[in-house]
């Protein structure tokens, strides 16, 4: 009888050798003349644990981890193929704490199948929501989109269906869907482990988004950092297409189709939609002004359906099981789950997919264990190198778009960085002026030239060179930047900054009553300038 053997080919697995365990494990099987099948599957997000090996057995899939290619050979002696005990051994994978304790939804496959594999994925329920799509009509697919309450998980949280119904009745021609994988957030990788770990759900939504507005041409935006990922969608559009899943005929429907992959230069503001589109068109990755909007007048100047990896992923299940089953999961305007990724000086990262709502106590201690350096835990950063800096004091708050902000904040693409008490805030507050200073694309003042001066400022305040004076300087500058700039990358910039000073005045050498003026300005709303600008797609 063949043995299965998974290792994952997530490019953070083989990042920490899964390759060259995969070698290993052939040689093994070579040399002690054995019949195994070895198959690459996705990551299941448990990063502690990786390369995380799986071996199909009576009891189910077994976990052994982390594997090192020296692990191998005390691996086949122990009898692990018969998921046989070994130090290395973590029990039935769909039942370490770690993983059964979270809501998989959008991730329910990550780590399971081979990604691209067509029948691995069917087999584990794929395009069931497009075969409902074609059975519905248009307008009924976008009612269920839009009562399940999904918001965009890239950044803005627009409610997806709004945007979608905007595209269906805007009367121009022809129409298209857009795919925002330009992860370029620091700590975020969700869209990367679904591009890289479940391919084929990402080309579903896509697909099915397509039915709904009308379109006929789709494109990928992906960033070129992430060649894995390139070729694991370039195999399955492929697949997809031979097997009547894209092309000019999708499922005996009639209705077509069209998927390709542009790459990205590198650019972080391309995530910003605007900016995307002019380089998909073929200029330099410059935000336009806004209105109108792209639902209306989008790629080549035509209504188009943006959204990120993470929310196309995420529409199969809401198609296939309705609403209410989506709705069900969440609290308040914010449904469903949030793959929460979890990254920096933590015990245990990767990526935890839980209802909106959970606490920030939950994700940092519960999920990731503290630090792994093992010092308490002194800053949380939520929402990527835009987003605001919480203190050990807020880990009460909850991950929700509402509750998020009304703490100074973005809940953002769910990036979460850990830092322990050895993290200088003045030096990260720094950091995301000069981060905007480098990443911006020049076309408004504020961000182009707010950012190089709040750098400067910071400087100036760090070295006590006429600090109460500065900080009124920088707090006109950072109001110029969050009202003035024409996206996220100027407007939420100051975010970071402002809540190092609130939070960490000492860092800065200040006293928290030079602060003061700092309460006010951290707050947001959710539908304000800053969540309006919002890089979608982060």
Not at 153 to 170: E, H, M, Q, S, Y
Not at 224 to 229: C, D, F, G, Q, V
Not at 243 to 272: D, T
Not at 299 to 312: A, C, D, M, Q
Request: aromatic share 8%; hydrophobic share 40%; proline share 5%.
């Amino acid at each position: 009888m063949t043995a299965v053997v998974y290792v994952p080919r997530d490019s953070s697995a083989v990042s920490l050798g899964a390759d060259a365990v995969t070698e290993a494990i052939r040689t093994e099987t070579a040399s002690r003349k054995l019949d195994v099948t070895i198959v690459r599957n996705g990551s299941r997000g448990m990063f502690s644990h990786e390369p995380m090996v799986e071996v199909a057995a009576a009891a189910g899939r077994i976990a052994y981890g982390p594997v090192a290619p020296a692990d191998v050979a005390s691996l086949f002696d122990s009898n692990f193929l018969d998921g046989r005990e070994h130090r290395l051994r973590l029990g039935v994978a769909g039942e370490i704490p770690w993983l059964k304790s979270q809501n998989r939804l959008t991730f329910a496959r990550a780590g399971v199948t081979d990604p691209v594999s067509l029948d691995d994925f069917i087999a584990h329920g794929g395009y069931r929501g497009l075969r409902r799509a074609i059975e519905l009509s248009a307008d009924a697919v976008i009612a269920e989109v839009t009562k399940s309450g999904l918001r965009g998980r890239g950044g803005a949280g627009f409610p997806t269906g709004v945007k979608w119904k905007i595209a269906l009745d805007a009367p121009a021609a022809p129409k298209y869907v857009v795919c925002n994988a330009d992860e370029g957030d620091s700590g975020a990788f969700s869209d990367r482990m679904i591009m890289e770990g479940d391919p084929f759900v990402l080309i579903e939504g896509m697909t099915i988004a397509a039915l709904a507005v009308g379109a006929t041409q789709g494109y990928i935006y992906l960033r070129s950092e992430y060649p894995h990922a390139r070729r694991a969608l370039s195999e399955t559009i492929a697949t997809a297409c031979s097997n009547g899943y894209l092309g000019a005929n999708i499922l005996g429907s009639g209705k077509s189709f069209e998927l390709e992959i542009r790459l990205g230069a590198g650019a972080y503001v391309c995530g910003e939609e605007t900016a995307m589109l002019e380089s998909i068109e073929g200029r330099r990755g410059m935000v336009r002004f806004k209105p109108p909007f792209p639902a209306l007048e989008g790629l080549f100047g035509k209504p188009t359906v943006i959204n990120n990896v993470v929310s196309f992923a995420t529409v199969p299940i809401i198609i296939e099981r309705g609403a209410e089953v989506f709705r069900s999961w969440g609290v308040g305007n914010s449904r469903g789950t949030m793959p929460f990724q979890l990254s920096g000086n933590a015990k245990r990262p990767g990526l935890i997919e839980a209802p909106m709502g959970v606490r920030l106590r939950e994700i940092v201690h519960d999920y990731g264990g503290g630090t792994a350096s093992g010092s308490p835990v002194r800053a949380v950063q939520v929402g990527g190198p835009l987003g605001a800096f919480f203190s050990e004091s807020m880990m009460d708050v909850e991950l929700d778009f509402e509750s998020v902000a009304a703490r100074g904040g973005v809940l953002g693409h769910g990036g979460i960085v850990v830092f322990d008490e050895t993290v200088d805030m003045a030096r990260m507050a720094r950091y995301a002026m000069e981060f905007c200073a480098i990443e911006s694309c020049g076309k408004c003042t504020p961000c182009r030239i707010g950012s190089i001066r709040g750098a400067e400022v910071i400087d100036d305040i760090i070295n006590r060179r006429r600090p109460r004076e500065n900080l009124e300087v920088l707090r006109d500058l950072c109001d110029t930047m969050k009202f003035g700039s024409l996206c996220a990358l100027g407007g939420l910039a100051p975010l970071p900054v402002l809540s190092a000073l609130k939070y960490f005045p000492g860092d800065f050498g200040l006293a928290p009553r030079d602060v003061d003026f700092i309460g006010a300005d951290l707050t947001i709303s959710t539908s304000g300038a800053a969540s309006t600008h919002a890089i979608a797609g982060r």
